[in-house]
């Protein structure tokens, strides 16, 4: 059974009496969907912080997991303990990818030199495991946030020495990328934010952090470190005010710095509902602006506000998801599906781990399948080009083209009248419409 009492997951179909979450329904990887396996159109991830370290706290709770390798007291060797773990986990899984924070290998040491060696130790592990076992890396990113000196930020830290050992530490885990092969390096501001406008200059904050983001480009150039650089955008918490608030405002801040062709977005569903946008909004954004680079898989609650990190099990949202998906020809070339997740609180065996990620894994199969469907029917498109059609010809031909003026608009329009006008709305069936992806979700899932 190896270190985890548990099998390989194995695809099943629909069968009966297999209990759920210990196979899989709908994911059946090398099965083509649209052309590509379906492995390739989700490129799944397993994120190490919550699947390895989240003890499964909250804000009132003491931490309820039940881990094997918690029997490795010491951090060094619970760390190195850890590598093996996470390795079968991935492989009975079946899960190609994986992501980590620095922080998130090994224990931090009094200086960055000795942190830095604890880490290297890890990696080393980690690199020979990789080898071994084919599987790669999202993407890495450093923990900028986790230790008590990022209080104030790390780029936007009002204090010059954490700006400067923040660059330190992103130097060696942009090394640490190029070293592992990673396909991606990500830039999420957990702290780059404020608590209050009075004590905060704004924009000089954002030069800083934009200057910062320079360094590691070209520092990425430097040691010839091709991954896409990502940023993941979040509206608050841990602050009251996070400066990559949603894909917009972060499009808007990477072309105001002159950073919009070396950086792209990593967009997770639960950040777009705390931005009040669903996560197809933000993938639409982005996908539109071109700079869709990767997804956090995971899903919200309308219950509560905070990055509640759920796997994602609602099949509606993951087949929004999968529809711009496929919309965009992939998630890539370099993204994949990263469940930034974890089990809930009173979900706390090593069992759940592997039922969490089944059904995470299934939901956005799920997606895929029903999505595909309706790509292939080419639902949406057709219902889009329609509702659109008046901007093919005529005067909406010649707004398209940048042939029309107020004038020639006035032109058009003054004479009108009203009866005409109402008659060149047409309804939408909205309901509708809704009914029918009903029907895609049902009917699609049950000739999967
Ligand atoms: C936190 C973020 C974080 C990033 C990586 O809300 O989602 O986990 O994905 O730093
Ligand atoms: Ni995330
Ligand atoms: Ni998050």
Redesign the pocket.
Known sequence: MGLWDIDKIEYVGHAKGVEEGLAFHYYDKDRVVAGKPMKDWLRFAV?W?HTFNQGLVDPFGDPTAQRPYYKYTDPMDQALAKVDYAFELFQKLGVEFFCF?DRDLAPEGDTLRETNANLDKVVDKIEQNMHDTGVKLLWN?S?LFTNKRFEAGAGTSPFADIYAYSGAQLKHSLEIGKRLGAENY?F?G?REGYESLWNTEMKREQDHIAALFQMCVDYAHEIGMDAQFLI?P?PK?PTLHQYDYDAATTINFLRTYGLDKDFKL?L?G??ANLAMHTYQHEIRVAREAGFLGSL?ANQGDKLIGW?M?EFPSDLYETTAVMWEVLAAGGIGPHGGL?F?AKPRRTSFTPEDLFRTHVVGMDSFAAGLLVAAKMHEDKYIENLQEQRYSSFDSGIGKSVEEGKASLASLEDYAIDKPQAELIAACKSDHLESVKATINNYLVEALAQA
């Open positions: 994120a912080w924070h990113t923990s990500v999420w957990g993941e979040k918490e990593n997770e639960n950040h956090d990055d990190d990263n930034d």
